[in-house]
């Protein structure tokens, strides 16, 4: 079964096209990931475009680490349609809305107005649903419409939210402006903003993956082209997080146990959905889309519990997007060479493909939470926070959580590294150019558990403070 | 506007008893009418705010979605009878409840009572039989339509607020990402017909 040869040459006959659009797609990503760079160390706040964007440092922290994210997975991608020409067909469709994705994820991220956060966020869902079908495949389809249809829903009830928030507001007599920077954070608690401030939370937590409306995730994840899965779990999960973290901000102060009840509520489902699919799935991609819920999760509840778990909740948030992208990209590479997504068909991985061997097992080290990653660090921060808040039964029910998914993750995904040969196989050598997008995301990966620069670490400071963090 | 409003909840629960898909998008078609007039019952629409709304209302929600949506049907030839939930004395009675409790939850919203707080509880009604016919519905073009109503119904929450604090290039941009949804939804109808097989089952489909 082991022993047919990766498809790397193409189906005879498969179209053929251009490569200069993936070139221009990485040429802008690579502006986009400098640029952002550039903002991250440049001092202050700008207010641009009559105040719809907002450079501030939870812009300055997230922009540069979706380009580089972004910037990564473009490379991947030209590497691919490089060696396999069959992937020339649909490139132009490809790059042009990846493209507009990623200009509107840059928007999402930059927004001062809720609303326009809302909107960009809505279009890259749009960009988003087409790049989830693959030719013939019925499965991807439907993968696609539901990816769609929950996200529309989902972001249909924060749009509810936010028009509750604005009655909120102005039935307390602030001016009812969504600008981010406009409103007074803690100032309105009564009935329309709580309503508003639970169904934008339930949206958000849609296009995040978190109970209970989280079944769209392991179906696209696992049918959409790892470039695209990597999109939508290391990208849109961080614009839609940023979403989150305005709504944060700005509300929480008002309503400190509303926030942090249906956080902590909806985080600890998450984990257990999460930690019970893992146990049972027998199919590694989907594996990895239980993994990014259980992440989800872990995030609710640190941002939930805030005050020192913010800077942790941080950490968490970065390192994450860097494993995710490394294991979708990786388990992409496994699928074109092993055509199967069961796990008990995959074994010795270290010795048929290296770099591949070599990247899920770090990456499955840092998802798990392992020293020396910041996954680690952030989720003993958390862990710390829920000890000195007093959220004794959440802290218990977390570590069993995490119990369960640590042992069913290790117990699934490291025979498929190091387990048994099954069959004799032979891969061609794996180039070492079409490992280095995830080489330097494990580089970021490790670098940020070891040492964070310290203009880096003032942004975590400064973005954590501005969540309520201490 | 208390009778536009009692005639926007009838045409929601519509789909619900008289259950074809060409009842499906003529309740859509009649959701968005309502909604213009409703605006048109405000004043002249002179302001670039009341023309987007009469715009995005009136023809996009009204006309625009349901003739789009009603080509692709066509063309598919489905069986007349498309079903918005389940067809039995519980689902209807779940809807009944739905009702009900969005107009006392209306109540405690805005507590002092008038059109306002009909606004909100015709909006909440709408949402919920929307969502319930989400739930409860697998087919995509079902799904469609319970999309678009769920959209209605946010929509008529909106335009029952007072103040209207959304800037226009913020509206404009809403519209548009509407007519593009209507457009992806069309779509999706499109390629996945209602007669088509069963479903791939997640797990199964990983070899």
Not at chain 1, 137 to 145: E, F, G, I, N, Q
Not at chain 2, 63 to 88: H, S, T
Not at chain 2, 120 to 133: D, G, P, Q, T
């Amino acid at each position: 079964m082991r022993t047919e040869r990766p498809r790397e040459a193409g189906p005879a006959g498969a179209t053929e096209g251009a490569v200069w659009p993936i070139w221009l797609l990485v040429a802008l990503s690579l502006l986009a990931a400098l640029a952002s760079g550039v903002l991250a160390v440049s001092h202050g706040t700008l207010r641009l475009l009559g105040g719809y964007l907002l450079l501030d440092p939870t812009a300055k922290l997230f922009l540069p680490l979706i380009n580089l994210i972004f910037l990564g997975i473009a490379s991947y991608v030209l590497y691919l349609v490089r060696i396999i020409p069959s992937l020339r067909g649909r490139l132009a469709r490809f790059v042009l809305l990846a493209a507009a994705f990623m200009a509107a994820a840059n928007l999402a991220v930059a927004s001062n107005h809720f609303l326009s956060n809302w909107l960009f966020l809505e279009l890259t869902t749009l960009a988003a649903a087409p790049l989830l079908i693959r030719d013939g495949t019925r499965a991807s389809l439907l993968a696609s419409w539901r990816y769609f249809l929950f996200s529309s829903v989902g972001l249909g009830l924060a749009l509810l939210g936010f028009a509750c928030l604005a009655r909120g507001l102005e039935a307390s007599g602030s001016a009812a402006s969504l600008f981010v920077d406009e409103v007074v954070p803690g100032a309105p608690s009564g009935l329309w903003v709580k309503v508003g401030l639970a169904l934008t939370l339930l949206g958000y937590g849609t296009k995040l993956g978190l109970a209970p409306m989280y079944a769209w995730l392991p179906e696209a994840y696992d049918e959409a082209p790892p470039s695209v899965t990597a999109m939508l779990a290391a990208v849109q999960f961080n614009c839609a997080l940023v979403g989150l973290f305005r709504v944060i901000q700005v509300f929480r102060p008002g309503n400190p146990e509303l926030v942090t009840a249906q956080l902590v509520t909806v985080g600890l489902l998450s984990m257990a959905v999460s930690a019970f699919s893992i146990v049972t799935t027998k199919n590694y991609k989907r594996l990895l889309a239980y993994a990014s819920i259980n992440h989800a999760g872990v995030i609710a509840i640190g941002l939930g519990v805030g005050k020192t778990a913010m800077y942790g909740l941080l950490l968490y948030v970065v390192s994450n997007a860097f494993i995710k992208a490394i294991l979708f990209l990786t388990a992409g590479k496994i699928k074109a060479h092993y055509h199967t997504k069961d796990m008990r068909e995959v074994s010795w991985l270290i010795n048929d493909l290296p770099y591949s061997g070599l990247f899920l097992m770090v990456g499955t080290f840092a998802l798990l939470g392992l020293p020396p990653f910041g996954s680690f660090l952030g989720e003993l921060i958390i862990l710390s926070e829920l000890i000195r808040g007093g959220y004794f039964v959440v802290f218990v029910a977390f570590c069993v959580l995490l119990t369960v998914t640590f042992v069913a993750t290790g117990r699934s995904i490291f025979p498929m590294i190091w387990g048994e040969p099954k069959a004799k196989a032979w891969w061609p050598p794996q180039s070492f150019k079409a490992a280095i997008p995830k080489a330097v995301f494990l580089g970021a990966l490790v670098s940020m558990g070891l040492y964070l620069p310290a203009t880096l670490n003032d942004l975590f400071r400064q973005v954590a403070a501005s969540l309520g963090g201490q | 506007m208390t009778a536009l409003l009692a005639a926007f909840l009838t045409v929601a629960a519509l789909p619900y008893f008289m259950v074809t898909w060409r009842t499906a998008l003529a309740a859509l078609s009649l959701q968005g009418l309502l909604m213009a007039w409703m605006v048109l019952e405000r004043g002249p629409a002179s302001s670039p705010e009341a023309l987007l709304s009469l715009v995005d209302l009136g023809l996009v929600r009204g006309l625009l979605a349901p003739i789009v949506l009603y080509r692709v049907l066509e063309a598919q030839r489905p069986p007349r009878r498309g079903d918005a939930l389940l067809p039995n004395m519980l689902s209807l009675a779940t809807a009944a409840a739905l009702v009900a409790l969005a107009f006392r939850f209306a109540g405690r919203l805005e507590p002092g009572g008038g059109e306002v707080q009909t606004a909100v509880a015709v909006s909440a009604a709408a949402l919920l039989l929307a969502l319930l016919s989400l739930a409860t519905q697998t087919g995509v073009f079902t799904q469609a339509v319970g999309a678009l109503a769920a959209e209605n119904a946010i929509a008529l929450f909106e335009l029952g607020a007072e103040g209207g604090s959304t800037p226009l290039p913020v509206r404009l941009g809403a519209a548009v990402v509407f007519l593009l949804s209507v457009w992806l939804l069309s779509l999706y109808v499109r390629w996945l017909p209602p007669e088509a097989g069963p479903e791939p089952a997640g797990e199964g489909s990983a070899a």
